[in-house]
């Protein structure tokens, strides 16, 4: 038990280490850039030569740029636009994305502008560890050249150790921090092949900036919007507020633009193959929904119907995970199919992830008796709650009263296999895209948490 005493010095201890990671993202990102700016402003590619003046107004656009930008925009404005406490692109986008119905066109472009500020963001994340340690490393040759042949090596062992100790950081317990091993692993392998090609923290920066760039408009066209509709800003208030920045964006855009032919082509390459990846998925997703949907039948006139045709039922719980709420799932109709039989307490658990980053579960599960046994369980998430299937069950037992043996418990999955063909929605390539990353994406078992002896997953085809 935790006694009163400790719970201060652990709101103590989470505290400096939230502390210490936000000094580390400001030093390692603002305070690192202004640095590799004033480094490539002299540049003798850029015809800049050293002088009192010059350096005093490189200094100066610098100022400016972190006051304008940093200050008021961002600190200011945008940590203002948070998604009950957190933030990023994605917050803002969902922000947005309350003011349009589903299958809207606003909500489309917000959407689109979303997935693009994050792919770009994405682009850009790549650079920051390579050329933060490269340069690092590199004052080691500036002490000694013995070290000139070893910077590179050294540079990518540092990052490799970096990118271990990264899986063990304190993703579990504290809120707004999420550490996805996949994308570890995969900016980790990006990250090394950038040191490798680039091999000089120079030569990065010339890749540098250019993605982040678009994200940086993209940030103000949804403040734009934010600032109008939950804000209160009359339109001409935030025409001339964001107006101004946007014009700030886009002189940087348009500077940044020089760097494509020297590197920046990288960062945009990224940035624009995440971007498919995400939008594919998406879109591949819907289309999915919407065939399962046209062939799939009304759940409560299947409930009725069991009363007419009744089939032989079988001890114990069956659960049966479903993206629809008023649809028989698939796995079901498998399973009556194959089996002809129907366990005696049957549940229709759909999950849904919600635009918030926490839903409490009394608000979040919901439990409605349907008939013959049957019963829909309903559960809302936030994008930073954990799926756990068990856990969600023990607030079923908790708000509802209805137990469960676990191992008297089985629970049927749908797994589809995507076919491409030439239906309309997606160009053919996308839809072979789509389909690899459906055999790749993780199980809906692991996703939830279940028990891997207590799955049972019935197949079917699916065209898009």
């Keep these: 038990m935790q006694t009163p005493s400790a719970a201060p010095s652990e709101h103590k201890a989470s505290l400096a280490a939230l502390s210490l990671g936000a000094l580390g993202v400001v030093y390692g990102d603002i305070g690192t850039s202004p640095l590799y700016a004033f480094q490539t402003a002299f540049s003798p590619d850029h015809g800049v030569p050293y002088s009192p003046h010059n350096i005093l107004g490189v200094l100066s656009l610098i100022f400016w740029a972190l006051t304008l930008i940093v200050l008021v925009k961002y600190v200011l404005l945008v ?11 994605l917050a803002l986008m969902a922000l947005v994305m309350r003011r349009y119905a589903k299958g809207t066109r606003g909500r489309s472009i ?12 994405y682009g850009d994340s790549i650079i920051t560890p390579a050329i933060s340690v490269l340069s690092a490393v590199e004052g080691l040759g500036v002490a000694t050249p013995v070290f000139n042949d070893w910077i590179v090596p050294i540079t990518a062992g540092i990052l490799v150790g970096l990118f271990v100790v990264q899986k063990h950081g304190t993703a ?3 809120q707004g921090q999420i550490y996805v091993p996949f994308i570890n692993w995969l900016l980790m392998i990006f990250v090394l092949l950038l040191v490798l090609s680039f091999k000089t923290a120079e030569n990065l920066a010339a890749a540098y900036g250019i993605a982040v760039n678009i994200t940086m408009i993209v940030t103000t066209a949804f403040i734009w919007m934010i600032a109008q509709h939950r804000w209160g800003w009359s339109a001409l208030r935030a025409n001339l507020v964001f107006g101004g920045f946007a014009l700030i964006d886009l002189a940087f855009l348009a500077s940044n633009a020089l760097k494509i032919d020297h590197g920046g082509w990288f960062p945009l390459l990224f940035g624009a193959a995440v971007y498919t990846l995400l939008a594919t998925w998406k879109r591949g997703r819907t289309l999915l929904r919407r065939q399962l949907e046209e062939h799939a039948l009304n759940l409560q006139d299947f409930v009725s119907s069991l009363s007419t045709y009744p089939p032989t039922r079988v001890e114990g719980t069956a659960i049966y995970l479903t993206p629809s709420s008023t649809t028989v799932p698939h796995a079901l109709l498998h399973n009556l199919k194959h089996n002809k039989v129907l366990h005696e307490r049957v549940i229709f658990l759909s999950a849904q992830t919600m635009d918030v980053p926490h839903v409490p579960p009394e608000q979040g599960v919901k439990l409605t008796p349907l008939e013959e046994g049957i019963y829909l369980l309903h559960v ?21 009263g209805m137990e469960f043996q676990l191992m008297e418990t089985s629970f049927f999955l749908a797994r589809q296999t995507i076919i491409p063909s030439k239906l309309p929605g997606m160009a053919l390539w996308r839809e072979v895209l789509f389909s690899w990353m459906s055999r790749n994406a993780q199980d809906a078992s692991d996703y939830f948490r279940i028990p891997p002896n207590r799955v049972v997953e019935l197949g079917t085809q699916v065209e898009i």
Excluded at 79 to 89: K, Q, S, T, V
Excluded at 387 to 392: K, N, S
Aim: proline share 2%; no cysteine.
């Design 79 to 89: 940590l203002r636009a948070d998604n009950d406490g957190e933030g990023g692109i």
């Design 110 to 121: 917000a959407i689109a502008l979303g997935l693009i500020g994050a792919s770009m963001f």
């Design 172 to 174: 579990a317990e504290n």
């Design 380 to 400: 809302e998430l936030g994008f930073q709650d954990e799926p756990d299937v068990q856990r969600i069950l023990k607030e079923v037992e908790r708000l509802y």
